[in-house]
């Protein structure tokens, strides 16, 4: 049997499945270090870094979450406890908000490596199906009213959060694409360059990657209203890929940014506004 570690974590026998799931994002928190701070993997800002076989972003993006999507409406009905029905609720929701997301607010115009979409899409929803699995076994006496409340409510604000600044970035996205068209592909020593702006409004003026944090507080909730040790392990990785690549996309700023906005982009954080 397992045990309770204060003040309420439990901690599941070590079977094949709560051992290979804590073995399995362990794993993917290592490759997430190794791998992102090597090369930031090619999608998004960085999607013309060299692949194999690209692809349209928004097709990428399709295929990194609707998986995630697949796995939620599979487990559907494989328990009937509250707790295990939210938490697939709050996972179904968390994937379904990033594929409408693609559908009808991200604007994209580069491309996706396919490996790294078929690569990101198998561990989100491995990660999903481990957790939902590992939840269903859990002993229902080990559930609290306090994790559920705050991990519910770090959830609805992660979402809240991370859809209004992706809001924001459309709108930034469609205003530099109106400028594009007149003024921002200048000819520089014969090749065109395009002109990059800061993302500004809402906690962007304080933060370059806010989103991204706002995504790790989904996360947050997902592992406390998960309440056991395994599912914290195989929710870790988001923490650290999301926090490597909110540097990279510091960097890549750097390169791309006039001088004035250089200067800005210095009081700015990385990821959590006032603190990194």
């Known amino acids: 049997m397992g045990f309770t570690l204060w003040p309420g974590i439990y901690v599941p026998d070590w079977n094949l499945l709560t051992g290979g799931a804590t073995a399995y994002g362990a794993l993917m928190g290592l490759t997430s270090i190794l791998t992102e701070k090597q090369s930031p993997m090619a999608y998004s800002k960085f999607g013309s870094i060299v692949g194999v076989s690209q692809l349209p972003s928004k097709i990428g993006m399709f295929i990194i979450y609707i998986p995630s999507v697949i796995v939620a409406i599979l487990n559907r009905n494989a328990s009937d406890v509250t ?35 078929v690569t990101i899409a198998a561990t989100y929803a491995t990660s999903a199906a481990l957790n939902l699995a590992i939840v269903r076994r859990m002993p229902t006496s080990t559930f609290t009213r306090g994790f559920y409340i705050a991990g519910l409510t770090c959830f609805i604000i992660g979402e809240l959060v991370n859809g209004y600044h992706h809001i924001l970035l459309r709108r930034l996205r469609t205003q530099s694409n109106k400028e594009t068209s007149k003024i921002n592909e200048l000819k520089e020593q014969g090749e065109r360059k395009k002109k990059y702006f800061l993302p500004r409004g809402g906690l962007f003026n304080y933060a370059v990657t806010p989103h ?15 309440q056991n040790t395994a599912s914290i392990a ?15 996309t510091y960097e890549w700023y750097k390169t791309r940014l006039s001088d004035d906005e250089r200067k800005e982009l210095q009081t700015r954080k990385k990821l959590l506004p006032g603190l990194w």
């Open 234 to 248: 195989v929710n870790s990785f988001p923490f650290i890929y999301l926090t490597i690549r909110s540097k990279s």
């Open 212 to 226: 991204y944090a706002a995504e790790q507080l989904s996360f947050l909730g997902i592992m406390l209203l998960s």
């Open 83 to 117: 707790r295990f029905q939210i938490i697939n609720a709050v996972t179904f929701i968390h994937f379904m908000k990033r594929v409408l997301e693609v559908a009808f607010v991200h604007v994209y115009s580069g491309t996706t490596d396919l490996k790294t979409s």
